[in-house]
């Protein structure tokens, strides 16, 4: 099969560009301003979200160190009197000092 | 206005230079990527999601390329994402409809050249036409929908699509026998 001569080619091509060029154009200005407002405003909140989070994290992390570090300074010390109250050289090294 | 000015203050979020900077582009950018994707409606929403994008990125433009080469460039990428997804859609919905039992409808999927089509269905050879180009590999179809339909030399494609002048003359030259190809099929058998 010929192919098309390249003059009735440019033709169509000519024509096809036409009618797409002669449709209406919408004006998506206002769209565009509002959607891009929600979004700094999204990303506004989502930024203030993320601060919030991290100093809720930053906390809640304090709290847990805090807490583990006195966990571990009473069991110490429990664990101390345990060992004291337990053992036979212990008694006889409290009863000397009471001595 | 000039356009390091108003890249600035597009930058600031100034909302009357982003008011300037849509009413400047906007038509370009909808009839690049009308041409592209041949659908009013979605040329539509790409045309703003392309101004979203461009807003949101501005802080990324550099000024190896002028502002309208870069949107025009955001706008050909947005189509293609388009055109891809389409693509599959239609995919999907041919898989469904196969395993679709007979109390399931099949998923209609819109053309996306019917309204269009329905504009220039009095020129049959016109019609012929987009209709080939929508068969055309993506790059070929860019590159004569850019200089074809919307008038831009190689060197503005070559930018846009980031290839070099050469590729492009390449990508013309196939698309160009292709179509002239199947156009003459369909003129021969027509006449």
């Known amino acids: 099969m010929k192919p098309l001569n390249n003059m009735k080619f440019d033709l169509i091509t000519q024509s096809l560009s036409r009618k797409l060029d002669s449709i209406e154009i919408p004006d998506i200005t206002e769209k565009v301003i509002g959607a891009r407002k929600n979004y700094s405003t999204t990303i506004f909140s989502l930024k203030r979200m993320t601060v919030a989070a991290a100093i809720l994290l930053s906390s809640l992390n304090g709290a847990v160190l805090w807490y583990s570090w006195n966990y571990s300074q009473e069991k110490n010390q429990t664990e101390l009197i345990d060992s004291l109250y337990t053992t036979d050289a212990d008694w006889s090294t409290l009863l000397t000092l009471n001595e | ?191």
């Open chain 2, 1 to 191: 206005m000039n356009e390091q000015h108003l890249v600035e203050e597009l930058r600031n979020q100034d909302e009357k230079a982003t008011r300037f900077f849509i009413q400047t582009y906007q038509h370009d950018v909808f009839r690049v990527i009308l041409k592209i994707v041949f659908n009013e409606m979605d040329a539509e929403d790409l045309t703003q999601e392309t101004f979203m994008d461009a807003l949101v990125h501005i802080r990324d433009f550099q000024s190896d390329s002028s502002l309208k080469t870069w949107l025009f460039r955001i706008a050909v990428n947005r189509s293609l994402q388009h055109l891809r997804a389409c693509k599959r859609k239609k995919r999907f919905a041919v898989l469904k409809s196969i395993f679709a039992t007979e109390s399931e409808e099949p998923i209609a999927i819109p053309d996306p050249s019917a309204s269009i089509s329905k504009k220039i269905e009095n020129d049959e050879l016109s019609k012929a036409l987009q209709l080939n180009i929508e068969k055309l590999p993506e790059n070929q179809r860019l590159a004569f929908s850019l200089i074809y339909l919307n008038g831009h030399t190689y060197q503005e494609t070559a930018s846009i699509m980031d290839v070099s002048v050469k590729a492009i003359e390449a990508l013309l030259s196939r698309a160009k026998l292709k179509l002239r190809k199947s156009l003459g099929e369909f003129h021969y058998e027509t006449t």
